[in-house]
Nanobody
Framework: QVQLVESGGGFVQAGGSLRLSCAASGSISNFDNAGWYRQAPGQQRELVASISGGGITYIKESVKGRFTISINTATDTVYLQMNSLKPEDTAVYYC?????????WGRGTQVTVSS
């Protein structure tokens, strides 16, 4: 089964940028949906951004204009570009890919934004 590994998280000051990557161990071409979720301490996991196999994107309102999701099926990698980061963006970010009715999760990468 395909496995996902996130990278690119870290510690950044408010206003800074990070680019998260989610590398798949196998092909994710013809995927149904790919998304980035985040979970802050004491909070439920929430959808931040997603992209469908047809190219339709969803961006959470609070990150619109700052976050962008993209996917490269040639390299089997999903990206989340995060600009103008705010302290409230601090969370563990998880990658999810749905393909052939299978929902696959990565282990997450920590993003910490200082004020």
């Amino acid at each position: 089964q395909v496995q996902l590994v996130e990278s690119g998280g870290g510690f950044v000051q408010a206003g800074g940028s990070l680019r998260l990557s989610c590398a798949a161990s196998g092909s994710i071409s013809n995927f149904d949906n790919a998304g980035w979720y985040r979970q802050a301490p004491g909070q439920q996991r929430e959808l931040v951004a997603s992209i469908s196999g047809g190219g339709i994107t969803y961006i959470k309102e609070s990150v619109k204009g700052r976050f962008t999701i993209s996917i490269n099926t040639a390299t089997d990698t999903v990206y989340l570009q995060m600009n103008s980061l705010k302290p409230e963006d601090t969370a563990v970010y998880y990658c999810n890919v749905v393909k052939d009715y299978n929902s696959i999760w990565g282990r997450g990468t920590q993003v910490t934004v200082s004020s």
